[in-house]
Structures are given as structure tokens and as C-alpha cells.
């Protein structure tokens, strides 16, 4: 009888362990998704906080190089950027011309070029009236990426770019461009804030007082 009693012991203390593991996965469980959907808040609190500076900053009449400046301060550091640059399109001089660039650890003074030759990511974005996400090192060169003189010296080349156009008509105003050191760095929804925030620019500019822009 003692045996057949151990026996049953033993197979309720197999059940209870078991249970036990089970609670402890489901437990485990509940905490990733628990830290999944903070984290999903603290990004759309932030995303929320990025566009309302936006709003309460940029403002139509605002020259071209103010509106570049205020977005660069507003999205730069929050969003984690390696590069950031704002560029002008003067189709009727065939120019795009580089009012804010910004990378290694400061602003450079980047040279305006021919728009017609079509000659990196930029004028992809320009001439295709789009949007265009580059999620790597190896696909940016594929695409015509242009290295740039402190790239070509240093060697610390952005993986990801994103360039969003300014405007929607045949001819955008120009692009904005948010770069990062990071592999597919940039999310769905975190483009969606970049297109929103150049969305914005793309108004000011256009905006009342636009004609005196500089």
C-alpha cells in the first residue's frame, strides 16, 4: 500500500510541477506583451510629441533655410539620425541646392548640383514624385547613392536612408532626407511621422510670405 501510495504522490507533485510551468510561461508571456505595448506607447508618445513641436514651431513665410533648421531640431536627436539634410529643387535653373546638411557631428556646406543629371538618391526621389526607402549599405550603392567627401574620409556611411518630397505636384519643392547608422532603422509607422513632418514643411513653404522665402 505504501508503494501505491508514493506512486500516486509522485504523480500529483508530476502535475503540480507541471502547472507550475505552464503558469510560469503564460506569466512570461503576459510580461513581453505587457513591455511590447509600453514600448509601443512610449514610441507613439513620442511620435505624438514630435509632431505638435512641429506644429507649434514651423510656420508658413519662414525661409527655406529657417523651416530646415527648425525641423532638424525637432527630429534629429529624437529620432536617432546619423544624417539629416533638406534639399531645394529650382527646376527653371536646374539646380538642387542643399540648404541644411547635416552629418558627422555638424553641419557642412554640401554643393548644389545639376537636376537633370539625375545623379543620386535625391533626384530619384525628385523625379519619381516619391517617397523611396533604402534599407541598406549594400542596396543604397545599388540604387546610385553618392558618397559624400567626409564618408569617402571616414568611412562611416549611413545604412538607412529615407527621402520623403516636398510637395506632390510634377515638380516637389525639394526633399527631405533622415539618415541612420543603423540597418532598416526606420519602421512603417516611423516613416509615416517623417512623411508627416515634411508634409508640413512642404506647406509652410508654400504658404502665405512663401515668395520672400531665401
Not at 15 to 22: G, H, S, V
Not at 165 to 186: C, H
Request: hydrophobic share 40%; proline share 3%; aromatic share 8%.
Amino acid at each position: 500500500m505504501s508503494l501505491f501510495g508514493g506512486s500516486k504522490q509522485d504523480q500529483a507533485l508530476l502535475e503540480r510541477d507541471e502547472r507550475l510551468r505552464k503558469l510560469e510561461a503564460e506569466s512570461q508571456g503576459i510580461l513581453a506583451r505587457l513591455q511590447d505595448t509600453q514600448e509601443l506607447v512610449g514610441h507613439l508618445d513620442q511620435d505624438r510629441d514630435l509632431l505638435l513641436s512641429a506644429l507649434e514651431r514651423m510656420r508658413p513665410g519662414e525661409s527655406d533655410q529657417a523651416l530646415a533648421q527648425i525641423l532638424f531640431d525637432i527630429s534629429f536627436k529624437a529620432l536617432g539620425l546619423a544624417c539629416f539634410y533638406v534639399a531645394v529643387a529650382d527646376w527653371d535653373q536646374d539646380q538642387l541646392r542643399f540648404v541644411l546638411y547635416h552629418e558627422g557631428g555638424r553641419a557642412r556646406n554640401h554643393p548644389s548640383r545639376r537636376l537633370s543629371d539625375r545623379a543620386g538618391l535625391s533626384e530619384r526621389v525628385l523625379a519619381g514624385r516619391r517617397s523611396v526607402y533604402i534599407r541598406t549599405m549594400e542596396e543604397g550603392h545599388a540604387a546610385g547613392s553618392l558618397l559624400t567627401a567626409a564618408e569617402q574620409a571616414t568611412g562611416l556611411i549611413p545604412h538607412s536612408w529615407y527621402g520623403v518630397p516636398l510637395g506632390w505636384g510634377p515638380r516637389p519643392s525639394g526633399l527631405v532626407s533622415f539618415q541612420s547608422f543603423q540597418t532598416d532603422a526606420f519602421s512603417e509607422g516611423r516613416r509615416r511621422v517623417m512623411d508627416a513632418l515634411a508634409a508640413l514643411m512642404s506647406t509652410c513653404m508654400s504658404g502665405p510670405g512663401s515668395a520672400q522665402r531665401s
